[in-house]
C-alpha cells in the first residue's frame, strides 16, 4: 500500500468513527433505538451513571427507561482518536441538557470513553465509559 493509499485509509477511518459518535449523541437525543446497531457492536459494554449494560438489547433498555425528561439535547467536543489497525480508543467530551417536567432544566457534563473496531459492516463502538464531572440540580427554565 503506498503512502497516499494509507492516508487516505486513516483519514476514512478517523471520519467514520468520528461520524459515529455524532451518530451516537442523535440516537440518543432522537431516541432512534433501532439504528442501534448502526453505532454498536452486539456484544458492546457499557458502564455509566445509570447503570451497566452488556449487548444491545440490555443497552437499549438501559437508556429508553423512563428516565423522568421530557427531552435531553447532547454535544459532544473535542473528539480524540487513537487508532490501531483495526481497532480505536475514542474520548470525547459530553455535555447534555435535559429539560424535566414542567419548569426545569438540569445540565450535565462528563467523559466518554470509547471502545471501537472495525467490522463487516465498517466501525463499531464495542465499549462505551461514561465519566460524568459535573450535573446541575433543576435549573429554572426560560424556554
Do not use: C
Amino acid at each position: 500500500m503506498s503512502d497516499t493509499d494509507t492516508l487516505v485509509r486513516l483519514l476514512a477511518d478517523r471520519a467514520e468513527i468520528e461520524d459515529l459518535v455524532a451518530r451516537h449523541t442523535v440516537w440518543i437525543d432522537e431516541q432512534r433505538w433501532d439504528e442501534t446497531g448502526r453505532i454498536f457492536t452486539e456484544d458492546v459494554a457499557v458502564t455509566s451513571p445509570r447503570g451497566e449494560a452488556r449487548g444491545i438489547p440490555a443497552l437499549v433498555a438501559l437508556v429508553s427507561g423512563g428516565n423522568g425528561y421530557e427531552a435531553t439535547l447532547h454535544t459532544k467536543a473535542n473528539v480524540v482518536i487513537d487508532l490501531d489497525g483495526d481497532t480505536a480508543a475514542v474520548r470525547a467530551n459530553d455535555l447534555g441538557v435535559f429539560l424535566k417536567e414542567g419548569n426545569e432544566a438540569a445540565v450535565a457534563a462528563g467523559t466518554h470513553h470509547y471502545t471501537a473496531r472495525r467490522t463487516g459492516a465498517g466501525w463499531r463502538f464495542d465499549g462505551l465509559r461514561v465519566a460524568p464531572f459535573a450535573v446541575t440540580a433543576g435549573l429554572p427554565r426560560a424556554i
